[in-house]
T-cell receptor, first 115, second 119 residues
Framework: ETGVTQTPRHLVMGMTNKKSLKCEQHLGHNAMYWYKQSAKKPLELMFVYSLEERVENNSVPSRFSPECPNSSHLFLHLHTLQPEDSALYLCASSQDASGAYNEQFFGPGTRLTVL | AQKITQTQPGMFVQEKEAVTLDCTYDTSDQSYGLFWYKQPSSGEMIFLIY??????QNATEGRYSLNFQKARKSANLVISASQLGDSAMYFCAMSPANAGGTSYGKLTFGQGTILTVHP
């Protein structure tokens, strides 16, 4: 298994749909992250989980709801999204969440299109 | 607050030549880490190289080296002997050291530089 996997790779949904993005890491890491990458914008950190506890929530709208049932899995539940939420959603993991001395390993991302 | 600036939206290089991608940063933190990532068209972010703010030696990883000039707050990436497979978007990022739980894993990214390697 490669380090960080994400499913689905592509998702098209209507504004009234509910869907979930899944991330799984096989690296034995303790921290996991969700990022949003919009066109022509830097990556934006959305959520950070350390040992299954959410430690960072970067003013993300409530229509995005993260879930971390264990240190290997991270979900992003989506409901009533807006077209401007269309983006590449990247999951990452690191040994822990100490920031400066831990590189983050990224998954391939989910390309989300909201119609 | 931290800020990363990559002033080159796009760069071109001939195969087998070296190229430097610029990155400057702004932070009030004393301890921080600097990272470079590569993002091919497939979307995955690939970690390339890391430099700690207290490291005296410039980091190197194979064909990648980081030209770290702390006083100038710059962390340029040098790719030697460019290959066609190096064509991708390159991101510079930084993260503070965890200080009392307020900076958990907070990578701040620049806008990125698109590198195109010509045969």
């Amino acid at each position: 298994e490669t380090g960080v996997t994400q499913t689905p790779r592509h998702l098209v949904m209507g504004m009234t749909n509910k869907k979930s993005l899944k991330c799984e890491q096989h690296l034995g890491h303790n921290a996991m992250y969700w990022y949003k990458q919009s066109a022509k914008k830097p990556l934006e950190l959305m959520f950070v989980y350390s040992l299954e506890e959410r430690v960072e929530n970067n003013s993300v709208p409530s229509r995005f709801s993260p879930e971390c049932p264990n240190s290997s899995h991270l979900f992003l539940h989506l409901h009533t999204l807006q077209p401007e939420d269309s983006a590449l959603y990247l999951c990452a993991s690191s040994q822990d969440a100490s920031g400066a001395y831990n590189e983050q390993f990224f998954g391939p991302g989910t390309r989300l299109t909201v119609l | 607050a931290q800020k990363i600036t990559q002033t080159q939206p796009g760069m071109f290089v001939q195969e087998k030549e070296a190229v430097t991608l610029d990155c400057t940063y702004d932070t009030s933190d004393q301890s921080y880490g600097l990272f470079w990532y590569k993002q091919p068209s497939s979307g995955e972010m690939i970690f390339l190289i890391y430099q700690g703010s207290y490291d005296e030696q410039n980091a190197t990883e194979g064909r990648y080296s980081l030209n770290f000039q702390k006083a100038r707050k710059s962390a340029n990436l040098v790719i030697s002997a460019s290959q066609l497979g190096d064509s991708a978007m390159y991101f510079c990022a930084m993260s503070p050291a965890n200080a009392g739980g307020t900076s958990y894993g907070k990578l701040t990214f620049g806008q990125g530089t698109i590198l195109t390697v010509h045969p």
